[in-house]
C-alpha cells in the first residue's frame, strides 16, 4: 500500500558555486526534507508566487491555473510519486467539471509551481522520502547511509548563502543580480 506524506514548501534556494536551484520540500509533521534540484526559471516562479508577487503577464503555470479555471476543473493534489536515475516524477490529480477525477504526468518542479499558486496540497509517496529524503536526526540508530545523505545534506545547506529574494532570513541578492 503507497503511503502518502504531506509536504510544504520550505525554501527555494541557489548554491552558490554552482548556481544551481534546488527546492526544499519538508515533511508537514516532522523534520525530514526533499531536496530536488530545479531549473532558474521555475524555482523564480515558485518563489515569486511564495512573496505574493505576479509577473505582469501570465507565467506558464499561471496560464495552466487559468485553463483549468476555465474547463471548470481543479487541482486536488500532488504527489511526488518516484525518483528513476535521480530525477523526481510527478502526477496532478485533478477534479473535473464533472466531479471526476484524472491525473496528468508532470515534472515536479512544474507540478510544484502549480500547487502553490492553487494551494493545493502536495504529497510524496513514503518511498520517495526513504530513497531521497534527508532527516537530521540525533539517534545511534540512524544507518551509514543515512549519516552519509545527512552529511550530503549538510555540506549542501551550508554552501547556500543566497536565499531567493524573501525567502528567509538573510536574503541576498537575487540570482540575477
Do not use: C
Not at 22 to 30: A, F, P
Not at 83 to 98: D, K, N, P, S, W
Not at 103 to 110: H, I, P, Q, W
Not at 114 to 137: F, K, M, N, W
Amino acid at each position: 500500500m503507497v503511503r502518502l506524506v504531506e509536504m510544504v514548501v520550505e525554501s527555494v534556494r541557489v548554491h552558490m558555486l554552482s548556481s544551481q536551484h534546488v527546492v526544499i520540500l519538508k515533511e508537514s509533521d516532522r523534520d525530514r526534507y526533499l531536496p530536488i534540484w530545479i531549473g532558474s526559471d521555475v524555482a523564480n516562479a515558485i518563489a515569486m508566487k511564495l512573496q505574493g508577487l505576479s509577473a505582469e503577464r501570465p507565467l506558464t503555470h499561471d496560464l495552466m491555473v487559468s485553463v483549468l479555471g476555465a474547463l471548470g476543473s481543479t487541482l486536488s493534489r500532488v504527489v511526488v510519486t518516484h525518483v528513476a536515475e535521480g530525477t523526481f516524477h510527478a502526477r496532478l490529480y485533478l477534479e473535473t467539471a464533472a466531479g471526476d477525477e484524472t491525473e496528468v504526468d508532470s515534472r515536479t518542479s512544474d507540478a510544484i509551481a502549480v500547487a502553490v499558486r492553487t494551494g493545493s496540497p502536495i504529497y510524496a509517496d513514503e518511498r520517495v522520502l526513504d530513497e531521497a529524503g534527508v532527516e537530521p536526526d540525533g539517534s545511534d540508530e540512524a544507518s551509514a547511509a543515512d549519516e552519509e545523505r545527512l552529511d550530503m545534506f549538510r555540506e549542501f545547506v551550508n554552501s547556500l548563502d543566497v536565499d531567493l529574494p524573501g525567502q528567509g532570513e538573510g536574503s541576498g541578492p537575487s540570482p540575477e543580480s
